[in-house]
């Protein structure tokens, strides 16, 4: 049996901190290893520590969220950072996503939902809220064009169903929507999923909506 989900905890508030840390202490399956109050003692705690997954906020004094993720996921591909953002915060955690964070959250989040994001990160899967979904193709918009990418020459290699199911990722769809959209079964999505990862060159869900983004073909 596996240990605990080993979680870092990376915020300059210290009552958020121990906010989230009396929750998910309350879970038999994470545990709280070590705390940072800005990006700079993150990023060490984080080599020291070595967690599995960093809930990181955007906005911290002098190494901020973004700028840690970077260099997190940079530096220590297999640990994931769950970053923290509020709406005002969007384009923070847009740079973060593409930065190599495995998701995000608003801060605002129920604690259940909390908890099941960090075990979806810490599994391999992707945390991109639906319903902030359109808010990123928003932001995402003004990157549109600035690469001069064409989706075509770059989703080339996959075939129509793997066009399907990268654009339902890229509305946020779960794996159990995709399914049910596709009519097919949930390890039938898992093994597209893989592929369209793969043939693409992408770490995770989160890479394919950012490149969803940057193709135009979120949204449509």
């Known amino acids: 049996m596996t240990g605990p989900i080993r979680v870092l905890l990376a915020d300059d508030q210290e009552l958020v901190r121990y906010g989230f840390r009396l929750m998910l202490d309350a879970e038999s399956d994470v545990e709280v290893v070590g705390e940072a109050a800005d990006g700079a003692v993150a990023i060490s705690e984080v080599g020291r520590l ?60 129920r604690p259940a939902e909390l908890v099941d994001a ?46 399907d199911v990268f654009r339902l990722i890229a509305e946020g769809a779960t794996n159990g929507e995709i399914a049910s959209t596709l009519f097919v079964s949930e390890s039938t999505v898992k093994t597209h999923v893989g592929r369209v990862l793969l043939k693409l060159g992408l770490r995770d869900r989160v890479q394919a909506v950012i490149l969803a983004f940057e193709l135009g073909v979120a949204g449509r």
């Open 50 to 109: 070595l967690p599995d997954v960093v809930l990181m906020d955007v906005r911290m004094p002098g190494v901020d969220g973004l700028q840690a993720t970077t260099r997190i996921a940079a530096e220590f591909p297999g640990i994931r950072v769950l970053v923290l953002t509020t709406f005002d915060l969007d384009d923070y955690a847009f740079g973060a996503l593409r930065a190599g964070a495995s998701g995000f959250l608003l801060k605002d989040t």
């Open 118 to 163: 960090i075990r979806a990160v810490h599994r391999g899967d992707a945390v991109v809220a639906p319903r902030i979904t359109a808010k990123l193709i928003e932001l995402a918009a003004p990157h549109l064009t600035e690469h001069g990418r064409d989706a075509e020459t770059e989703l080339a290699a996959l075939s129509a169903r793997e066009r």
